[in-house]
């Protein structure tokens, strides 16, 4: 069996956190995603998911997360019922996520600009990082052609002398 979502889309609204009776962290956002097609009057048509976090990932949404705000999340759907106050079954379904990641840095304030972007990933039990913190910056290194500012991609096309330790894979 499989059950596993995965969506981009932007905050409807600001994150609402909550703490159950014992304590753990809830946050409920809705995220609208747009559908690939126009409906027959070229208008552009969106889903409108709701979305759960738990514990430490719920905080961090709480606090870095904003309406407008374009947003991965990846988790699996789940349905719940309760019986509302009419006596009447109402049934709720709902992403439950497990890693959501923040595809605007928030200089962007969420508006869906077209400035620098940054990611800050998070899932589950880890903390939240900036993908773009260690980004390369050939003007602090100490040979002279950079000092000189020099365009580094000057000997595009040469080989570059790099051990097999260095690369990853």
């Known amino acids: 069996m499989l059950n596993r979502v995965i969506l981009i889309g932007r905050l409807t609204k600001d994150p609402e956190l909550r703490y159950t009776p014992a304590g753990v962290a809830v946050t409920q956002f809705t995220i609208a995603v747009d559908?690939?097609?126009?409906?027959?009057?070229?208008?552009?048509?969106?889903?409108?998911?709701?979305?759960?976090?738990?514990?430490?990932?719920?905080?961090?949404?709480?606090?870095?997360?904003?309406?407008?705000?374009?947003?991965?999340v990846e988790g699996r759907i789940q349905v719940r019922n309760y019986e509302n106050n009419e006596g009447k079954r109402v049934y709720v379904t709902e992403v439950i996520a497990d890693n959501v990641r923040f595809l605007e840095s928030n200089r962007e304030g969420g508006t869906g600009g077209s400035g620098p972007r940054e990611e800050a990933p998070y899932s589950?039990?880890?903390?939240?990082?900036?993908?773009?913190?260690?980004?390369?910056?050939?003007?602090?290194?100490?040979?002279?052609?950079?000092?000189?500012?020099?365009?580094?991609?000057?000997?595009?096309?040469?080989?570059i002398d790099i051990s097999d330790d260095d690369l990853p894979f």
């Not at 027959?40 to 514990?55: K, N, S, Y």
């Not at 260690?134 to 580094?152: A, G, L």
Request: aromatic share 8%; charged share 25%; proline share 5%.
């Open 124 to 159: 589950g039990g880890g903390s939240a990082s900036n993908s773009n913190s260690s980004s390369s910056n050939y003007n602090n290194r100490s040979d002279n052609s950079s000092r000189n500012n020099k365009d580094p991609f000057s000997d595009d096309g040469k080989p």
């Open 35 to 72: 559908r690939p097609f126009t409906s027959q009057g070229g208008e552009r048509e969106a889903d409108f998911i709701p979305v759960v976090t738990w514990r430490q990932l719920a905080e961090t949404c709480a606090n870095y997360l904003r309406k407008g705000r374009l947003t991965a």
